[in-house]
C-alpha cells in the first residue's frame, strides 16, 4: 500500500522520532503548526478515526496513555491540543490514522 505514514512506521522514510513501542510512533510533523507539534501514528495501518471499530479500537487508548507520558517528558506544563481531523470536510491529507499534538502557544477555539 502506498501511504506514507506506513513507510514512517516501517522506517522507510525517515523522521524526528520522539517516540516508538511495537505499537506506534511519535515524530515531529514536517509542517509545525505551534512551537511544539508532533503526530502519533499507530504501526498498523488503519484509514483514519473514522475506521476505528471494536477490533482496533484499543490502540487510541495506547496513543492516549503515551500522549499524556510524552508531553510530561517533553516539559509540556501549560496544556496541548490533540487534534485527528478526519475525511475531507476535517482537512485529513494523510490517510492512515494520526494524532497531532500541539502545544507552546495559546491555541484558538473554535479552528477554523
Ligand atoms: P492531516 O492533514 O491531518 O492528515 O495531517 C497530516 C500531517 O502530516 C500534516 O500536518 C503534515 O505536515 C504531516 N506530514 C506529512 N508528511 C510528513 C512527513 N514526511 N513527516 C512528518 N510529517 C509529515
Redesign the pocket.
Known sequence: MDC?FCK?ASGE?P?KKIYEDEKILA?Y???PQAPVHF?VIPKEHIDGADRIDESNSAIVAHVFQKIAEITYELGITQGYRIVS?VGKDG????RHL?F?VLAGRELAWPPG
Open positions: 506514507i514512517i522514510i523522521s515524530f510533523d514536517i509542517e503526530l481531523n482537512g485529513q491529507s494523510v494520526h497531532h
